[in-house]
């Protein structure tokens, strides 16, 4: 397993540009199964995950090809079951299922597990396609979904920790082909769910409300193949802010919507790092100390749970006690223990994490345990004193698009170290 070896303490400085979106890019792939025309989406992240997601498309009998950032996928036959085992390793393929289910009245998809950050439950997925006539069941480990026809419905779809993104993205697609209305009521409003929506609207689909809780769609016979570009990795923008800001950098960030993480700016400068727009960039500089500040993540467009980790090692920095709560997952807070190896002072109390930061921080050897928490472990080692070691990286590389050499590139001293 590879790791990264960062010697820490050098500012970032230069410019560098965002990828597209993975948590987009995976339900985009998935609902090019609506068609048996061909679909482009470009800009999509090399990723393990977006390499993964083509690899599960094949398995249901899509041709797929993935070169220089596009991606052509053919759905002309396809079929409903999937491979258990790779569809079982990614839970972002849950999304596999709508587009199926639609498309042949019929899918068995392996039911994805929890994972590191929580127990994952694909309930409202399940409430969302029973609504529009799929019979479901679970046996051997297999979520087996039949329907006769799909008809629309309103359908509720929040949950305990409010919206669901793939949940919403899962029953958008399904709805695109049944008969009739469906109205999605507490619809998840993410960047990602909006692109899944313009790319169905591409290939024809009748949807209203884009953007918003409640999402009209007025099911159509039949989609056609689209070109479709990618928006832009909101989570991978925050990252190098984040990067930048907590090694009192300055890095010129090209190909990002800032629109897409306001809640981020707004904290980012609220802690004294200065955001600027520089015609469609952003330029993301520290001078200063960093102050506390107090995150709460939330849905959309409140602060996101997939900058949560990322914005704990930053706060490490800040003088003074600053309080992260976790609303979306119940147990994102891995990384905490690996930081503390680093010298943070954090503690956890409920869904809360407490930071009393100011003191520098010292590289050690630390595990990356899920995505996010292997980003934070990385810019904690960028503005550590000497020499960190992140172990078992091949979290990152399902999400980040090349951030090692994007790192290289704005002076940063990181390598990857291979293993076995
Ligand atoms: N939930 C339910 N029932 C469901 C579905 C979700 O109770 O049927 C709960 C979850 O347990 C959680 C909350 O609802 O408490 C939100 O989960 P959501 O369904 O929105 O998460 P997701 O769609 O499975 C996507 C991203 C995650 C990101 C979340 C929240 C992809 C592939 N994944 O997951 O991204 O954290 O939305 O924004 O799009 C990451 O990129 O590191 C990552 C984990």
Redesign the pocket.
């Known amino acids: 397993m590879d790791s990264f070896l960062i010697k820490g303490g050098i500012p970032l400085q230069g410019e560098v540009t965002i990828s597209g979106s993975?948590?987009a890019a995976?339900p985009l792939m998935a609902a090019a199964l609506l068609t048996a025309d061909t679909c482009t989406l470009r800009r999509v992240p090399d990723l393990s995950d977006t390499r993964f997601m083509l690899r599960i498309l094949e398995s249901l009998g899509a041709e797929t090809r993935f070169e220089n950032g596009t991606v052509t996928i053919r759905a002309a036959s396809l079929r409903g079951f999937g491979d258990y085992d790779l569809i079982r390793k990614m839970?972002?393929s849950i999304c596999i299922l709508g587009p199926l289910l639609a498309r042949l009245k019929e899918a068995t998809v392996s039911l994805p597990g929890g994972c590191i950050?929580?127990?994952?439950?694909?309930?409202?997925?399940l409430k969302g396609l029973a609504a529009l006539g799929g019979r479901i069941e679970i046996e051997g480990g297999y979520v087996k979904a039949k329907a006769k026809k799909l008809e629309g419905n309103t359908i509720f779809l929040g949950?305990?920790?409010?919206?669901?993104?793939?949940?919403t993205a899962n029953i958008l697609m399904a709805a695109a082909l049944a008969e009739g209305v469906t109205v999605i009521e507490s619809a998840?409003c993410?960047p990602?769910v909006t692109d899944v929506a313009h790319f169905l609207i591409g290939m024809g689909a009748k949807i209203q409300g884009l953007g918003s809780p409640t999402l009209t769609i007025t099911g159509v016979r039949e989609l056609h193949g689209t070109d479709h570009e990618v928006i832009p990795d909101r989570?991978e923008a925050c990252t190098f802010l984040c990067a930048a800001a907590a090694t009192k950098g300055d890095v010129l960030v090209h190909g990002a919507k800032p629109e897409h993480f306001g809640a981020v700016s707004d904290k980012l400068q609220e802690a004294g790092v200065q955001l600027k727009r520089e015609g469609a960039s952003l330029r993301v500089s520290r001078s200063g100390r960093l102050k506390p500040t107090d995150i709460t993540t939330l849905p959309y467009a409140g602060f996101?749970?997939?900058v949560q980790a990322q914005f704990i090692a930053l706060l490490c920095q800040a003088h003074g006690t600053s309080v992260v709560t976790e609303r979306?997952?119940e147990s994102r807070f891995m990384h905490v223990a690996e930081l503390m190896r680093m010298g943070a002072e954090i503690a956890i109390e409920g869904p809360s994490a407490i930071i009393k930061g100011g003191r520098p921080l010292s590289g050690a050897p630390v595990m990356a345990s899920d995505?996010?928490a292997s980003a934070a472990l990385v810019i904690a080692g960028l503005a550590a004193e000497g020499e960190t070691m992140v172990n078992r990286i091949y979290h990152l590389d399902r999400?980040y698009e090349r951030m090692e050499s994007k790192l290289q590139a704005l002076g940063a001293n990181i390598q990857r170290v291979e293993g076995e």
């Not at 950050?117 to 997925?125: A, M």
């Not at 949950?159 to 949940?167: E, I, W």
């Open positions: 993975k948590n995976l839970r972002g950050i929580g127990t994952r439950p694909i309930d409202l997925h949950g305990r920790a409010g919206p669901t993104v793939l949940g998840a993410e990602e989570i996101p749970t997939d979306i997952f995505l996010r999400g």
